[in-house]
């Protein structure tokens, strides 16, 4: 029984066998790579939904232009020139970059103190302070925003009231010099916990030999601050550092709930998302809202991926 | 059936009114059909034959004219959706339109924000349904403000014409007289702001809707619209005439900073702190609901003046009930806006508390005669009837009024700041408005 088996093997093998060996191993990388595509599929399809697809269809929308009056018209490139050249764009611009160069920096230097307070290990009721800092990003943004926003008025408001009880004159929070400053200030309470949160979590996985190590060598703790602990979370530094720089950007909660308590001092323009709300929403300038919001989606990438850049080459 | 009925419609209206409704049809050849006149039998018909309504509208009042009407009609069912108030409202039924789906049939229209809509050819000319008989049912203000022309795009829900509400305590206190001129009024704010620090006679920071209604009462027609021509003018004679009074207030600081609807807003005129009101006739509900603590203090005069003696007043706010053009069942949605707003819905309007458009109501003995307990007793209704008779005729908004007043704050509201002054600020605002304008395809002259 075993031996025509085994003599028709060879038969077979060399017969058959040339074509058939890549056919099947052919099907079996095909199925691999099915399979590779099988668990990355709802991810891909869901990406391309909500991500892909309106990009290109803001991409597609910036190159029309629609009139109330004549309907729609494709314009190519009309829209980026137009962008490229608008005062009111550039003045919000340079107000979230004002805002970024000023309100990041005493963010992420706040939190950074605070995490390293707490992970000193000095700190009596550290569970506390850390969920109590942490607490405001729990609150919704435009709760937090509308609960400043009644803080802050000067006739009926917590400022009103400090002035009354004391008889000071805090100036009116909410006043042309002072209203971006009261952003920042929400923004920063805000904020402030779950940066914190990053950087403490990049400080406990340090380990704590090299504490150790430097205490025997005679290392104070301002020493093991900057020789040890802000090396070792540069990484974090730098992560929060590019969602902040988003996060400016952005700004669009705060200014927009804002605005009914202060319309003329924060205008329509007040920050590149805003404008691009006004436009669409009020204007009904689609084609022209889209292009607003791409050319500044490139200017943040720019900004971001220059700062992860130059943060890597610190690192390395 | 729609597209037929469509294109007598463009070729009925006034000349250039519809133009885009033309445009939107992209033909020629259908100049010749005669108008389509639907009968009151028709409608009637429709009414019987029912079917469903989509309503938008953020009308409180509303709710209970459904009611009524699905009792009357119980072939029709109504259904009532509010997407949101003004701009929100506009914003969805925009965005409806341009989709081309999920319009409704009947939607909620303030009266500055119609002809961005009448316009764009979104809503449906109610004349050959039989709105032109309704010519002398409303008072001129609401009356002028849905029509163009023959054409007819909305039944009036409620009025504004404005009138002076005032806080007797106040005044009383402040050894101050209600003023019946402008120029009494800029006395009274000088008077009232000495007497206490903390007081002011109103509170402005910068309102596109009370602008308007505050040039329009001075004779100013800064807007004018001829299909889609435009002219603004935002520095004639009416516009100056009310900048440069408003300007003395601004300058002295005698109106209180402060946003209307604001919750400031609501407690200094319950505090007595804001001491006046100038607006419209939809304001005493406002008042009773947000301002409760001063229930007893509050008055009604009528709109200071700008020669004594006389009965010159404006429109503010309001709104009308229009069936869009994209409406398949547009007989039946007029059956629906007649019963509201003409009809048996009116009675149960005024008693929700809205101020009435129509002129029967206005007249009617039982109405001027109702004394409103906030009021210390007041007929208010006698003021505020003879101030809707007084409306100066003839004032047009824009047909993009809607994105005008939001961009108000950039512009004349720098005034606000003291950074500028009122007719610069003007100057400014009429700026936007020509270059938005001519943006979006309108001839706009200055």
Redesign the interface.
């Known amino acids: 029984m075993l031996t025509p088996l085994v003599k028709e093997r060879p038969h077979l093998t060399t017969l058959a066998s040339p074509p058939a060996v890549p056919k099947t191993a052919g099907r079996m990388r095909l199925r691999t790579r099915w399979t590779g595509w099988g668990f990355v599929g709802p991810f891909m399809a869901v990406f391309a939904l909500v991500f892909l697809a309106p990009i290109a269809y803001s991409l597609w929308l910036s190159l029309f232009q629609t ?5 729609t018209t494709f314009v190519g490139l009309d829209n980026y020139a137009r962008v490229l050249a608008d005062p009111q764009f550039w003045d919000g611009t340079g107000r979230v970059a004002l805002f970024l160069l000023v309100q990041v920096p005493v963010m992420l230097g706040i939190s950074l103190l605070v995490a390293l307070a707490i992970d000193s290990g000095r700190l009596y009721g550290r569970d506390f302070f850390r969920l109590a800092i942490f607490l405001p990003y729990a609150v919704p943004g435009v709760v937090a925003a509308l609960m400043w926003g ?1 803080m802050y ?1 000067e ?3 917590l400022v009103g009231n400090f002035n009354d009880l004391f008889g000071t004159s805090i100036p009116d929070p909410l ?2 010099a002072l209203v971006l400053p009261a952003i920042g200030n929400i923004v920063t309470w805000e904020f402030v916990g779950y940066n914190m949160l990053i950087f403490y979590s990049a400080l406990r996985v340090v380990p704590t030999s090299l504490y150790e190590a430097a205490e025997i060598d005679g290392a104070g703790p301002w020493r093991v601050i900057t020789a040890i602990k802000l090396p070792a979370i540069r990484g974090a530094l730098v992560v929060a550092t590019i969602f902040s720089i988003i996060g400016s950007f952005q700004l669009f909660n705060e200014p927009s709930i804002l605005q ?6 924060i ?3 007040y920050t590149p998302n805003l404008y691009a709300y ?1 436009l669409s ?5 689609y084609n022209y809202s889209a292009t607003v919001a791409i050319v500044m989606g490139v200017l943040t990438m720019i900004v971001a991926y220059v700062v992860q850049l130059r943060g890597m080459r610190k690192e390395a | 059936m729609t597209i037929r009925h469509h294109r007598a419609v463009g070729a009925f209206a006034a000349a250039g009114a519809l133009a885009l409704a033309l445009t939107a049809c992209g033909s020629g050849s259908d100049g010749g059909d005669a108008a389509e006149t639907v009968s009151p039998e028709d409608i009637s018909a429709a009414l019987e034959e029912g079917g469903d309504l989509l309503v938008w509208a953020w009308e409180p009042t509303l709710d209970k004219v459904v009611e009524d009407f699905e009792a009357e009609y119980p072939n029709v069912n109504v259904e009532l959706a509010n997407v949101g108030t003004g701009n929100d409202h506009y914003v969805a039924l925009q965005n409806a339109i341009s989709a081309g789906s999920g319009v409704p049939d009947v939607a909620q229209m303030e009266y500055y924000a119609l002809p961005q809509f009448s316009i764009g050819g979104s809503l449906a000319d109610l004349a050959p349904l039989g709105a032109s008989e309704l010519d002398g049912t409303y008072s001129p203000g609401p009356w002028g403000a849905v029509t163009d022309g023959d054409a007819v795009y909305g039944l009036p829900m409620d009025s504004g014409p404005m009138a002076l509400f005032y806080n007797a305590k106040t005044f009383e206190d402040a050894g101050v007289e209600v003023p019946a001129t402008w120029d009494e009024f800029v006395t009274a704010a000088e008077k009232i702001h000495a007497f206490d620090k903390n007081t002011y006679i109103t509170a402005d920071n910068g309102d596109a809707g009370f602008a308007t209604s505050m040039i329009w009462q001075a004779g100013g027609h800064p807007f004018e619209v001829s299909g889609t021509d435009v002219t603004v003018n935002l520095a004639d004679e009416g516009s100056a005439k009310f900048a440069d009074m408003w300007q003395q207030l601004l300058d002295d600081d005698l109106v209180a900073d402060v946003p209307a609807w604001s919750d400031e807003w609501f407690q200094g005129l319950g505090s007595g702190e804001i001491a006046a009101l100038v607006t419209g006739a939809w304001m005493p509900a406002n008042l009773e609901s947000g301002a409760a603590p001063a229930s007893g203090d509050w008055r009604v005069a009528p709109m200071p003046q700008w020669t004594e003696g006389s009965n010159e007043t404006a429109e503010n706010g309001g709104s009308a009930l229009s069936v869009t053009e994209a409406s398949t069942k547009k007989a039946l949605a007029y059956g629906f806006l007649e019963y509201a707003n003409a009809g048996d819905g009116v009675a149960t309007r005024l008693e929700g508390g809205n101020f009435p458009a129509t002129l029967a109501d206005l007249e009617d003995e039982k109405f001027l005669a109702e004394e409103s307990e906030y009021f210390g007793g007041q007929k208010i209704n006698e003021v505020l009837s003879a101030s809707a008779t007084g409306v100066v005729p003839g004032w047009q908004y824009l047909p993009y009024q809607v994105y005008a007043n939001s961009v108000f704050p950039d512009t004349v509201g720098q005034a606000y700041t003291g950074s500028t002054s009122l007719s610069d600020g003007l100057a400014a605002w009429q700026d936007s408005i020509v270059k938005y304008g001519n943006e979006q395809g309108f001839t706009v002259g200055e």
């Open positions: 009139q109330l009056v004549g309907g009644f008025g006739r009926f408001g006043s042309s009914p308590l202060s319309p003329n001092y205008s329509t323009h006004s929403f009020s204007g009904q300038q």
